[in-house]
């Protein structure tokens, strides 16, 4: 599919006016974004909307909305088994991306429910999978613990291990047993949250742009739409919803990194699911995973990253409203630096080792009656427990 075919999918131009059973012929709604001619312009300025819920130059029709909504009820959507557990992480993500709609919902397990991973989209809502939730929470626990220096494992082996833990459980939860959040301190804990953010928001931003887009409507519309279950279609439609990804990325201030790197995981989350002795090296350093078009309703690995790049960088190219970068959470409280008996000294921790800081001048005898805290409480003194100086501890009484 050419660049432009996807852009023009954006707002249905591919589509206006095909025959989808009934006579009413289909013009596009009297909003502003429907005016513009570029089309990615009009699906930019319709995305960038307060509490956007739905491409409004698509006009679906009275038969159109019939046939879809009665598919969410053939494949039991709205009777899912939803989760609680993570309604505080969507509902952060929805704020970021300021989408509107209230129609993203949890289930522990998708796959165990339909032939689907990560998350399905219907008429009318948007399931995710929590066992990807899963996932990715304990790796980005990883990645933070392996920041802070709690842990040495490398990347591979510790992806390997995650995805068959929480795949060995099916239809529901299995516990963080590698780099649980309980492991991490607060500062470890807040840089998780800050990657959960990146990976989990792509995986909702592509569920949530078919859902803007018009999804099942787009597949009635090429007529290739059966009344029963799931569709088959050309890959226009996942392309949407991955360009779709890299706007809302853009808007809710994510990480276009992670958030293609996303793909990768979630690949091999399924990958796994089917060949239990299957590595994330066989995604993501294999040809034929990356470059080759595996099935008919996905462009390649490949090539859907490069979408979800097209889709950050038309919207931020844009100039329409962002949502601020957070900046990185530190690994370690910062230094603080004080002056003592004419030396200066810096509390950090730079060891590894919790408590453990590092002088910048020479041990002195400080005055007790001019309290002064570091960054853990107390003054610097030399500690063999964090080595040879010049690293030592945080230890009361004070130093001035």
């Known amino acids: 599919m050419k660049p432009h075919q ?26 502003p974004e429907c005016a513009l001619t570029n089309p990615v312009e009009a699906g930019i300025s319709g995305l960038s909307l307060t509490s956007a819920t739905r491409d ?47 129609v ?3 289930v522990p397990d ?18 995710m999978d929590g066992k990807f939730f899963d996932i990715l929470t304990e790796y ?20 390997n291990a995650i995805v068959a833990s929480h795949n060995s459980i099916r239809g529901g939860a299995a516990p963080q047993s590698l ?23 792509a995986i909702l931003a592509h569920e949530f742009g078919h859902f803007w887009a018009w999804g099942c409507v787009d597949q009635l519309r090429m007529q290739s739409a059966s009344a029963n279950g799931f569709y088959i279609y050309p890959a226009m439609v996942e392309n949407d919803a991955d360009f779709i990804t890299g706007a809302l990325t853009a808007k809710s201030g994510h990480d276009l ?5 996303m793909i990768d995981l979630m690949a091999y989350y399924a990958l796994q699911r089917q060949s239990p002795s299957a590595s994330i090296l066989d995604i993501e350093v294999s040809y034929d995973q990356q470059f080759r078009q595996q099935y008919p309703t996905y462009e390649s690995l490949a090539g859907r990253k490069q979408l979800i790049a097209q889709g950050y960088n038309a919207y931020v190219a844009s100039g329409r409203y962002s949502r601020p970068q957070d900046p990185l959470p530190p690994v370690s409280p910062p230094a603080e630096t004080f002056t003592c008996n004419g030396k200066t000294y810096s509390c950090a921790s730079v060891t590894g080792v919790a ?32 080595g040879n100086p010049p690293f030592a501890s945080c230890v009361l009484p004070y130093c001035g």
């Open 140 to 159: 980005t626990n990883y990645l933070a613990a392996h920041d802070t220096g709690l842990t040495t494992t490398g990347r591979v082996p510790a992806v």
């Open 179 to 201: 780099f649980p959040t309980a492991a991490l301190d607060s500062y470890a804990r807040k840089r998780a949250r800050h990657y959960l953010l990146d990976y989990a928001g």
């Open 6 to 31: 996807l852009m023009a999918a954006l707002v249905g131009a591919l589509v206006a006016g095909c025959d989808t059973g009934t006579s009413a012929p289909l013009s596009p709604a009297p909003y």
């Open 110 to 127: 998708l796959m165990s429910l339909k032939p689907a991973g990560g998350g399905v989209t219907g008429h009318l809502i948007v399931v």
């Open 56 to 102: 409004r130059c698509q006009v679906p029709t009275a038969y159109e909305n019939d046939l879809c909504t009665s598919k969410d009820a053939q494949n039991s959507l709205a009777s899912m088994p939803f989760t609680s557990v993570y309604q505080d992480l969507v509902n952060t993500l929805v704020n970021h991306a300021s989408i509107g709609g209230n």
């Open 355 to 386: 408590g453990c800081c590092q002088l910048t001048g020479d041990a002195v005898q400080c005055p007790k009656d001019k309290p002064r805290f570091c960054t853990f409480g107390g003054y610097c003194t030399a500690d063999a427990n964090c």
């Open 257 to 261: 990194t992670r958030a293609q790197e």
């Open 104 to 106: 993203v919902r949890v």
